[in-house]
């Protein structure tokens, strides 16, 4: 069965600092795999997708992922963080046998002026 | 382009009763997915269907049942409403084998 696990519920960082946000997966079978992002009182956007294409993946407002096979991660990040980021961020996972795609709990994003 | 639209914004019903909750995907899109996202729990896959048919079930009770019409909107019932029902419940769209869902902006069910 696919999962997927996100390392912190909450994480803060400055105003134009680096935004790192972890994600591992779990697939038997290479998986797809997705950043969503939802600001308060809002449904999902979707920030970026992998679809075993080029390992680095970038997508919108200056995010990017990479997909490594071998740690089994697809970490979220972007060089600069602005005030707009702060948002809730959920990583995903699909195994392409369906169109269904899991969901990692969520990581809220803090940014500290 | 019109995105997935989810109606009404906010229900508020009593236990016992039952909720409809209704979305429009994006033209074009025959598949529709609903989700529940409640407090503290993530977004918990509840129902898909495509070209009017379910086509895969998360694990909740039969008391939360769907469908998908011939214009591909899709309705979400939740009968026998209870207080943990309460949740934002999301639709997504998006066309078979095109993976990575457009979501609406979800309808906030309260149960009292």
């Known amino acids: 069965a696919q999962s997927v696990t996100q390392l912190g519920s909450h994480v803060s960082v400055s105003e134009g600092a680096l935004v790192l946000l972890r994600c591992n997966y779990s697939s038997s079978v290479p998986p797809y795999l997705f950043w969503y992002v939802q600001y308060p009182n809002q449904g999902l956007q979707l920030l970026l997708k992998?679809?075993?294409?080029?390992?680095l993946v970038k997508g919108i407002n200056g995010f990017e992922a990479e997909f490594k096979k071998s740690e089994t991660s697809f970490h979220l990040t972007k060089p600069s963080a602005h005030m707009s980021d702060a948002a809730e961020y959920f990583c995903?996972?699909?195994?392409?046998?369906?169109?269904?795609?899991?969901f990692g709990k969520g990581t809220r994003l803090h940014i500290l002026p | 382009e019109a995105g997935v639209t989810q109606s009404p914004t906010h229900l508020i019903k009593t236990r016992g009763q039952q909720a409809t909750l209704r979305c429009s995907p994006i033209s074009g899109h025959t598949s529709v997915y609903w989700y529940q996202q409640a407090l503290g729990l993530g977004l918990q896959f509840l129902l898909w269907?495509?070209?009017?048919?379910?086509?895969n079930r998360g694990n909740f009770p039969p008391r939360f049942s769907g469908r998908q019409f011939p214009n591909y909107s899709s309705e979400l019932n939740v009968n026998a409403l209870e207080l943990e029902d309460s949740a934002l419940y999301l639709c997504?769209?998006?066309?078979?084998?095109?993976?990575?869902?457009?979501f609406g902006s979800g309808t906030r069910l309260t149960v009292v």
């Open positions: 269907y495509d070209e009017g048919e379910e086509r």
């Open positions: 995903a996972v699909s195994d392409r046998r369906d169109d269904k795609i899991i």
């Open positions: 992998y679809t075993s294409a080029a390992t």
């Open positions: 997504a769209s998006s066309q078979l084998g095109d993976y990575g869902y457009t």
